[in-house]
């Protein structure tokens, strides 16, 4: 199997080589101040932790569908129709947990067999 030409034509993360460059920084001692998101280094808040303890503990917890919650699908179409002028059919949106998973989702659509 092949890579695709375009997607050959991606680039390295730019948060992956800032982070790496940000981590060569704090180890020579160079003061470095984070001001994006990425993983986070401290406890969730107290509320969060008993809102997904009380849904665990109820047995509801299935998977999401692959393209994302139908609900949060709506409201990507309804933003995007507001702000650009264009309705997306359901089908050509995608929820994703963040956009790395969006790129290997779209990688793994236009790899050549």
Known sequence: MSISYIAKQIGESATLKLNETAAIL????????????????????LDAILA??????SAEVRYTPPDGIPA????????????????PAPEQVMASGGAKQAIMSALHAILDP
């Open 26 to 45: 704090r180890a020579k001692g160079d003061p470095v101040i984070h001001l994006g998101g990425g993983e986070p280094k401290g406890k969730p808040p």
């Open 52 to 57: 997904a303890t009380s849904l665990l503990t």
């Open 72 to 87: 949060l699908k709506q409201a990507i179409i309804r933003y995007t129709e507001d702000f650009y002028g264009w309705r």
